[in-house]
Each structure stands twice: as C-alpha cells, then as structure tokens.
C-alpha cells in the first residue's frame, strides 16, 4: 500500500509560481510512474504531468507544456511539480498519483493539495 501525501499548495498571483512536493511511503517508490492532476470546482478531474520511473519520459496537458515541470527523486521517495507563469486558470486542488510499473492505471492518491492563483 502506497502512502502519497502533497504540500507546497497556496495562494499566488498570476504570473506567479509554486512548487508542488509530493511525498511517498510505503511502497517501492521507483517502480512506480508518477502523475499529477488536478480539479477545479464543479470540474472533472484532469490529468497535469506525467514522470515514467526512470526519469527518462515526460509527459504534460498541453494547458501547462512549457510552464510546468515535473521531476522525481528516487532517493527520497518524492516527485515534484514546478509551476511557472500561473494563470487564473490554474486553480485547482492538485492531486498527484501512482502508478505501478508505468501503467497508466493510477492506483494511489494523495489527499490533494489546493493551489489558487490571483487576478
């Protein structure tokens, strides 16, 4: 069972940025994929970045390419999400997730954490 608890959520104004931390435990942190997502009120959940084991493959909502960043650190069990130039739209409750040997199957979740950017 793995354990995925966010920080770094907050208020910010446009043209801001934030980083997202997102802190695992109990599970094999390395073999998993790694994504973000988000939910904005009365909103369906969306997918933000992705980050494959290896650290080697990337992948972004076209809504964040070239603003946002996701990496991981293997040796501490955390990926993160830097975020950039943030917008007005970006205000969500920020999740991130696991996914075992790549998948795209997300079988944990942490509780999310709420970012709101400022006009």
């Keep these: 069972q793995v354990q995925l608890v966010e920080s770094g959520g907050g208020l910010v104004q446009a043209g801001g940025s934030l980083s997202l931390s997102c802190a695992a435990s109990g599970g094999t942190f390395s073999r998993y994929a790694m994504g973000w997502f988000r939910q904005a009120p009365e909103k ?21 390419k070239g603003r946002f960043t996701i990496s991981r650190d293997n040796a501490k069990n955390t990926v993160y999400l830097q975020m950039n130039s943030l917008k007005p739209e970006d205000t969500a409750v920020y999740y991130c997730a696991a996914a075992y040997d790549n ?3 997300y079988d944990y979740w942490g509780q999310g954490t709420q970012v709101t950017v400022s006009s």
């Design 103 to 105: 998948s795209w199957k």
């Design 44 to 64: 369906e959940r969306e997918f933000v970045a992705r980050i494959v084991w290896r650290n080697t493959d990337t992948n972004y909502a076209d809504s964040v």
